[in-house]
């Protein structure tokens, strides 16, 4: 193909890795917006026990301000304004950008250039399997700094509530702060068992959407479009139900 040729073609076909990792990360960013608010309650309520606990003792029986998800959202709104639900939304938004982006365009290059598929376009499924626990590994190793970050910017919420002074003054500044602290290796402290984590995580997430979306399209009349993306998507959430359910935690989706 000729340079005038390939110029003439759209974004995705001329670059499909920068378009994939450009729509993924996207994509993650929405859903991570649309879905903070449920986070951050979750952590109001695991923050707000703690605290109690280590101020009144486990036995002290006292009323906490908040029981429920909705009863907690409800007070973050009226005592702090709408917009505090959404504090801490940007490095969430980071850690997302990177890791789905990431994960996507990896598992799309081994499974392509690496594993490679049948000759009948079938991909088996122990290939499924190292694709995802690969690509969910190599993600999670690059997104490690912003989530580092996350999880610090989430346990100044925590400091508050015991009287301590906060030690962020945004994301960027614990950025920076973590650096000068830890250097280099301190931006990824822990990620052993968070690249453990997400590497079985998506052995599940992507291998049960990958391996469905092929099986719709090698078995039925489907052709590749929202219809068929969306039935295996929603193969992949009753995937992560079961695993939430058997108490796996975290956004596997």
């Given at each position: 193909?000729?340079?005038?040729?390939?110029?003439?073609?759209?974004?995705?076909?001329?670059?499909?890795?920068?378009?994939?990792?450009?729509?993924?990360?996207?994509?993650?960013?929405?859903?991570?917006?649309?879905?903070?608010?449920?986070?951050?309650?979750?952590?109001?309520?695991?923050?707000?026990?703690?605290?109690?606990?280590?101020?009144?003792?486990?036995?002290?029986?006292?009323?906490?301000?908040?029981?429920?998800?909705?009863?907690?959202?409800?007070?973050?709104v009226r005592e702090e304004g709408?917009?505090k639900l959404w504090q801490g939304?940007?490095?969430?938004?980071?850690?997302?950008?990177?890791?789905?982006?990431?994960?996507?365009?990896?598992?799309?290059?081994?499974?392509?250039?690496?594993?490679?598929?049948?000759?009948?376009?079938?991909?088996?499924?122990?290939?499924?399997?190292?694709?995802?626990?690969?690509?969910?590994?190599?993600?999670?190793?690059?997104?490690?700094?912003?989530?580092?970050?996350?999880?610090?910017?989430?346990?100044?919420?925590?400091?508050?509530?015991?009287?301590?002074?906060?030690?962020?003054?945004?994301?960027?500044?614990?950025?920076?702060?973590?650096?000068?602290?830890g250097g280099i290796r301190g931006?990824?402290?822990?990620?052993?068992?968070?690249?453990?984590?997400?590497?079985?995580?998506?052995?599940?997430?992507?291998?049960?959407?990958?391996?469905?979306?092929?099986?719709?399209?090698?078995?039925?009349?489907?052709?590749?479009?929202?219809?068929?993306?969306?039935?295996?998507?929603?193969?992949?959430?009753?995937?992560?139900?079961?695993?939430?359910?058997?108490?796996?935690?975290?956004?596997?989706?």
């Amino acid at each position: 193909m000729s340079s005038a040729e390939e110029k003439s073609l759209p974004f995705p076909e001329r670059w499909p890795r920068a378009s994939k990792f450009a729509l993924s990360a996207c994509a993650a960013a929405v859903a991570e917006l649309v879905t903070f608010p449920l986070d951050l309650t979750k952590t109001r309520l695991q923050i707000q026990g703690e605290a109690a606990i280590r101020r009144d003792g486990a036995a002290a029986g006292q009323e906490a301000p908040y029981r429920g998800m909705l009863r907690t959202a409800a007070g973050i709104v009226r005592e702090e304004g709408l917009g505090k639900l959404w504090q801490g939304a940007t490095p969430a938004v980071y850690r997302h950008i990177v890791y789905s982006g990431v994960r996507m365009v990896a598992y799309e290059h081994l499974r392509d250039s690496v594993l490679r598929r049948a000759e009948d376009k079938t991909f088996p499924l122990w290939k499924a399997v190292v694709g995802g626990m690969s690509a969910g590994a190599i993600g999670q190793f690059f997104a490690s700094p912003t989530d580092l970050v996350k999880v610090q910017m989430q346990m100044e919420g925590k400091r508050k509530l015991e009287g301590k002074p906060l030690r962020f003054r945004g994301v960027h500044h614990a950025f920076l702060k973590i650096l000068s602290e830890g250097g280099i290796r301190g931006l990824w402290a822990g990620w052993v068992p968070n690249v453990q984590r997400a590497a079985l995580v998506n052995m599940g997430d992507l291998t049960t959407y990958d391996s469905v979306k092929h099986f719709l399209l090698l078995n039925t009349s489907l052709v590749d479009n929202s219809v068929t993306h969306s039935a295996s998507s929603i193969c992949c959430c009753w995937q992560c139900l079961f695993w939430a359910g058997s108490g796996c935690s975290g956004n596997s989706c």
